[in-house]
């Protein structure tokens, strides 16, 4: 069974600009996570997606958004982007939701210079 | 407010002995709790799970120990070796309902000398 994807898997971007990530989910998983880390901060939970709607979001401004299509696929944008947005943007996939085992793709690193 | 710590950035042991990585939590509602390893340039990879409602899980040479009322668990793994270097996160999980998510901590990263 092939993993959870990402893509792109590098990205650099101007400040003000807006980005679009994806992921890929493990086929039959319907909850996808989205997850900032940067250096020193650990995994902080931007929000999950479970059947095509948001389940639960985390503490971050409303710059980030996402969406899961029907097919499990997700994406996620960041819109106005600022230099403190840099960091390595990770999805996760799971059968039964966020809060059980997830699977997680290999990130996109984002650098906004 | 950290709500899952993991108070020591970095651990190193000589192949073969015990690595006991440490994570204590102050939400009491914290009801399930899970260790990821990471490598760089890779994902997050799950390594074992325990519920509140047990003190110990095994499996093979990790095995995980909570203690509810220290709010405290920790992560053995017996013997370690090389390929154990890695950034292991504690995670815990405050339930299973909508609003529910898992909570990580900073990490720990573990150097194994062969």
């Known amino acids: 069974k092939a993993g959870v994807t990402q893509t792109p898997r590098y990205l650099i971007k101007t400040r003000g600009q807006q980005v679009t990530l994806s992921c890929s989910p493990i086929s039959g998983h319907r909850s996808v996570s989205w997850y900032q880390q940067t250096p020193g901060q650990g995994l902080q939970f931007l929000f999950e997606y479970f059947s095509e709607t948001q389940r639960n979001k985390g503490n971050f401004p409303g710059r980030f958004s996402g969406r899961q299509f029907s097919n499990s696929r997700s994406e996620m944008n960041v819109s106005t982007l600022e230099l403190g947005d840099s960091a390595l943007y990770l999805c996760?996939?799971?059968?039964?939701?966020?809060?059980?085992?997830?699977?997680f793709g290999p990130g996109t690193r984002l650098t906004v210079t | 407010d950290q709500q899952v710590k993991q108070n020591s950035p970095s651990l190193s042991v000589q192949e073969g002995r015990i690595s006991i990585l440490n994570c204590d939590y102050t939400n009491s509602m914290f009801d399930y709790f899970l260790w990821y390893k990471k490598y760089p340039a890779e994902g997050p990879t799950f390594l074992i799970s325990i519920s509140s409602i047990k003190d110990k899980n095994e499996d093979g040479r990790f095995t995980v120990f909570l203690n509810k009322s220290a709010k405290h668990l920790s992560l053995h793994i017996v013997p370690s070796q090389p390929g154990d270097s890695a950034v292991y996160f504690c995670?815990?999980?405050?339930?299973?309902?909508?609003?529910?998510?898992?909570?990580f901590g900073k990490g720990i990263t573990l150097s194994v000398r062969p």
């Open positions: 995670a815990a999980s405050d339930g299973t309902g909508a609003n529910s998510k898992l909570t």
């Open positions: 996760a996939s799971s059968l039964r939701g966020a809060t059980y085992e997830q699977y």
